[in-house]
């Protein structure tokens, strides 16, 4: 067993005591890498006890492997004997790990144990302090509380109830005549089968990352530019495809973004400058191995072994099941749909592919919930509506005051013409009051211009409904809105909004109360009727239904100018004023 592999084994059990609540610190995980070491590594043993400062977990790894090749470069210079390394073994009936009985050595030295049989020795793991030697101490005592106790003074490693608790099941020897076996940690997991992995080799010299099964890419599109991939012989391959890959490890997932599906190549290459600038991260280059780590933290997320003088990304083959659980069924784009809060399909079809979410195809799906609450109403389009003559069509529309006026009215009606765009005001007291008020309306303007209404346009209120029998009787057609579309009684509405925006202005400049809007709101109607306006090619309505220029000088006074009346031939005294 190697180095990397005893600390990944270390690393590994104590990853799964974080699982069952009980982590270690760094000074422990420290700790148990050295007690579980061989005499060989004895001078670096007390060098790190040696040292004031306690050493991380990174640093004692990179000097561990720097020891580990200064003793193979030993051991293959020497011809005493050969070189062993005792394996440990997992129980394959239960997630229990158990070591094995001969002891291990990280590539041992013969000259330096005198050829020492693997048979005879004693295994001394990390984690069983009792079975084998326990001689070395730390240098320091111990100041830390035991993570499974909560004592001051030990470890977990000699922590009474971590060292020993009674196994019982029916493989087990010891059930039966009560004695105690080490303690083993547990964690139920869901596994996956181990699948075979294409290999990827680290390139620096590589612009781009380049993939050779069109497979290996989870999202890809046809490479549609007249690019090609130039070898190092001068030979240009051409791109089929490009997409995205995910590298996912036992801690962490890497992606590439950008990458080539070259049929013609021989191997997958990942382009170590474009890797390290899409996932933040650097790489380091060491004799034997390289590292993969944080750029923010420096951690060491990932470590791969050379092959054959190459550096290659290590393919996840442990016989250890991951701590994983996941489901059996992709999930769909509709489902995902709900997760990020009903998003637009653009913004969902944009995370789905920019964070390479993994999802079911699903085309065309419909969210009911979208449907009911985002809908808007489409707009309306020009209003297409003729007329040759005055009084052809007529709109008109109730307004309701929030207040009543001083004179007692809480409506106005007005009636617009929508040749001329002329407007007749009538302030009332009852919305019923809109039969009456109509029927005067009808005889005033028919006579008047000698010519009949040939039709009303309202909405459905109950006033209008009223008028039915009435409209029938005199040939009048009767157009009503459809419920809940103001629009299509635009002329109206619009009418309504000038008349109390410029109405209001009037009362609020002249300081008058709102209770004389009547007053202001006849005022005003007057004036709209004698303003030019784009709709008649800056004509007035006035000239256009009397065939006459208003008279602008018969305007003397403002709202708000003081006037003072002339009374004096009613007054009964000349004293009175």
Same mark, same amino acid.
């Given at each position: 067993?190697?180095?990397?592999?005893?600390?990944?084994?270390?690393?590994?059990?104590?990853?799964?005591?974080?699982?069952? $609540?009980?982590? =270690?610190?760094?000074?422990?995980?420290?700790?148990?890498?050295?007690?579980?070491?061989?005499?060989?590594?004895?001078?670096?043993?007390? +060098?790190?006890?040696?040292?004031?400062?306690?050493?991380?977990?990174?640093?004692?790894?990179?000097?561990?492997?720097?020891?580990? +090749?200064?003793?193979?470069?030993?051991?293959? /210079?020497?011809?005493? $004997?050969?070189?062993? %390394?005792?394996?440990?073994?997992?129980?394959?009936?239960?997630?229990?790990?158990?070591?094995?009985?001969?002891?291990?050595?990280?590539?041992?030295?013969?000259?330096?144990?005198?050829?020492? /049989?693997?048979?005879?020795?004693?295994?001394?793991?990390?984690?069983?302090?009792?079975? $084998?030697?326990?001689?070395?101490?730390? +240098?320091?005592?111990?100041?830390?509380?035991?993570?499974?106790?909560?004592?001051?003074?030990?470890?977990?490693?000699?922590?009474?109830?971590?060292?020993?608790?009674?196994?019982?099941?029916?493989?087990?020897?010891?059930?039966?005549?009560?004695?105690?076996?080490?303690?083993?940690?547990?964690?139920?997991?869901?596994?996956?089968? !181990?699948?075979? %992995?294409?290999?990827?080799?680290?390139?620096?010299?590589?612009?781009?990352?380049?993939?050779?099964?069109?497979?290996?890419?989870?999202?890809?599109?046809?490479?549609?530019?007249?690019?090609?991939? =130039?070898?190092?012989? $001068?030979?240009?391959?051409?791109?089929?495809?490009?997409?995205?890959?995910?590298?996912?490890?036992?801690?962490?997932?890497?992606?590439?973004?950008?990458?080539?599906?070259?049929?013609?190549?021989?191997?997958?290459?990942?382009?170590?400058?474009?890797?390290?600038?899409?996932?933040?991260?650097?790489?380091?280059?060491?004799?034997?191995?390289?590292?993969?780590?944080?750029?923010?933290?420096?951690?060491?997320?990932?470590?791969?072994?050379?092959?054959?003088?190459?550096?290659?990304? !290590?393919?996840?083959?442990?016989?250890?099941?991951?701590?994983?659980?996941?489901?059996?069924?992709?999930?769909?784009?509709?489902?995902?749909?709900?997760?990020?809060?009903?998003?637009? /399909?653009?913004?969902?079809?944009?995370?789905?592919?920019?964070?390479?979410?993994?999802?079911?195809?699903?085309?065309?799906?419909?969210?009911?919930?979208?449907?009911?609450?985002?809908?808007?109403?489409?707009?309306?389009?020009?209003?297409?509506?003729?007329?040759?003559?005055?009084?052809?069509?007529?709109?008109?529309?109730?307004?309701? /005051?929030?207040?009543?006026?001083?004179?007692?009215?809480?409506?106005?009606?007005?009636?617009?013409?929508?040749?001329?765009?002329?407007?007749?005001?009538?302030?009332?007291?009852?919305?019923?009051?809109?039969?009456?008020?109509?029927?005067?309306?009808?005889?005033?303007?028919?006579?008047?211009?000698?010519?009949?209404?040939?039709?009303?346009?309202?909405?459905?209120?109950?006033?209008?409904? %009223?008028?039915?029998?009435?409209?029938?009787?005199?040939?009048?057609?009767?157009?009503?809105?459809?419920?809940?579309?103001?629009?299509?009684?635009?002329?109206?509405?619009?009418?309504?909004?000038?008349?109390?925006?410029?109405?209001?202005?009037?009362?609020?400049?002249?300081?008058?109360?709102?209770?004389?809007?009547?007053?202001?709101?006849?005022?005003?109607?007057?004036?709209?009727?004698? =303003?030019?306006?784009?709709?008649?090619?800056?004509?007035?309505?006035?000239?256009?239904?009397?065939?006459?220029?208003?008279?602008?000088?018969?305007?003397?006074?403002?709202?708000?100018?003081?006037?003072?009346?002339?009374?004096?031939?009613?007054?009964?005294?000349?004293?009175?004023?």
């Amino acid at each position: 067993m190697s180095i990397t592999d005893f600390v990944y084994f270390i690393k590994a059990r104590s990853d799964e005591l974080v699982v069952l $609540g009980a982590p =270690m610190d760094t000074d422990d995980l420290t700790e148990q890498i050295l007690v579980g070491l061989d005499e060989d590594y004895t001078e670096l043993v007390q +060098a790190v006890q040696a040292r004031e400062a306690a050493i991380c977990f990174d640093e004692l790894y990179e000097k561990l492997l720097l020891f580990e +090749a200064s003793l193979q470069t030993w051991s293959q /210079s020497s011809c005493l $004997g050969p070189i062993t %390394a005792n394996s440990f073994t997992k129980n394959s009936s239960n997630n229990n790990w158990q070591p094995s009985k001969t002891n291990w050595r990280p590539f041992s030295s013969p000259t330096r144990n005198n050829l020492r /049989s693997s048979s005879t020795a004693n295994f001394r793991p990390a984690m069983f302090p009792n079975q $084998g030697h326990n001689n070395r101490l730390p +240098a320091h005592p111990y100041l830390g509380h035991c993570q499974m106790c909560g004592t001051q003074g030990h470890t977990a490693k000699r922590c009474p109830s971590f060292q020993l608790v009674p196994v019982h099941g029916p493989n087990s020897a010891s059930s039966s005549n009560g004695m105690l076996s080490p303690w083993n940690p547990q964690a139920n997991c869901s596994s996956s089968s !181990p699948s075979i %992995a294409t290999s990827w080799l680290l390139d620096s010299g590589a612009s781009h990352h380049v993939t050779t099964d069109l497979n290996n890419l989870s999202l890809y599109t046809p490479y549609t530019s007249h690019d090609d991939v =130039m070898l190092g012989d $001068g030979t240009n391959l051409p791109i089929s495809y490009t997409g995205s890959v995910s590298l996912p490890t036992s801690n962490s997932s890497f992606h590439l973004q950008d990458v080539f599906c070259v049929l013609k190549m021989q191997k997958n290459l990942i382009s170590i400058a474009l890797f390290c600038i899409t996932n933040n991260v650097s790489i380091e280059l060491f004799p034997y191995c390289f590292h993969v780590k944080d750029l923010q933290t420096g951690d060491i997320l990932l470590q791969g072994d050379t092959k054959d003088g190459i550096y290659e990304w !290590p393919v996840a083959t442990s016989s250890t099941p991951p701590i994983l659980a996941f489901s059996t069924v992709k999930t769909t784009m509709s489902i995902w749909h709900q997760r990020l809060g009903h998003p637009a /399909s653009t913004i969902l079809k944009h995370i789905m592919s920019f964070y390479h979410l993994n999802f079911s195809s699903q085309k065309n799906f419909c969210c009911d919930a979208c449907i009911s609450n985002k809908s808007h109403k489409q707009p309306f389009s020009v209003s297409t509506l003729h007329t040759t003559r005055p009084l052809q069509v007529v709109f008109s529309d109730v307004w309701t /005051s929030p207040i009543i006026s001083h004179d007692g009215y809480k409506y106005y009606v007005i009636f617009v013409d929508h040749f001329t765009k002329y407007i007749w005001f009538y302030p009332l007291k009852h919305k019923s009051d809109v039969q009456i008020v109509f029927r005067r309306y009808k005889a005033i303007v028919e006579k008047y211009f000698q010519q009949t209404i040939i039709s009303l346009y309202s909405d459905n209120g109950g006033e209008y409904i %009223a008028l039915k029998p009435f409209l029938s009787e005199h040939g009048i057609s009767h157009l009503t809105s459809p419920p809940h579309t103001p629009e299509h009684n635009g002329y109206s509405k619009r009418k309504h909004l000038h008349i109390v925006e410029t109405g209001l202005a009037l009362l609020s400049h002249a300081s008058i109360p709102t209770t004389f809007w009547t007053y202001a709101f006849t005022t005003i109607v007057y004036l709209i009727n004698r =303003m030019p306006t784009p709709t008649l090619n800056m004509s007035s309505p006035y000239k256009s239904i009397f065939h006459k220029s208003p008279n602008f000088s018969k305007l003397k006074v403002e709202i708000s100018t003081l006037c003072f009346s002339w009374i004096l031939p009613f007054s009964k005294c000349i004293s009175m004023p």
